[in-house]
């Protein structure tokens, strides 16, 4: 069972910048990948970067450019460092891990992003 504490939500105007973060019960090397998603209101959860245990990295192609994921494997962290943030970005940002044998999916409680002037 792999647990996961998000931080780093809030208000912020266009433009401007936020960090998630995403704590894990484990070491990452128990993790085979990590993600962050989102859900708007009214929308579908989509998955905007994501993490795998070797480095690799891909994101939506709404944040190209603007979203950097990375990982702290000393403090069982990921990160999602947001920039030029957009209206558009408002949603709940979940953290999500998969692990073990059976690729099973866990979910943190998620944490609100509001993009807002």
């Known amino acids: 069972q792999v647990q996961l504490a998000e931080s780093g939500g809030g208000l912020v105007q266009p433009g401007g910048s936020l960090r998630l973060s995403c704590a894990a019960s484990e070491s990452m090397s128990n993790i085979n990948r990590m993600n962050w998603y989102r859900q708007a209101p009214g929308k579908e959860r989509e998955l905007v970067a994501g993490i795998t245990t070797g480095g690799s990295t891909d994101y939506a192609d709404s944040v190209k450019g603007r979203f950097t994921i990375s990982r702290d494997n000393a403090r069982n962290t990921v990160y999602l460092q947001m920039n030029s943030l957009k209206p558009e970005d408002t949603a709940v940002y979940y953290c999500?891990?998969?692990?073990?044998?059976?690729?099973?999916?866990?979910w943190g409680q998620g944490t609100q992003v509001t993009v807002s002037s």
């Open positions: 999500n891990a998969v692990a073990g044998m059976w690729l099973r999916h866990y």
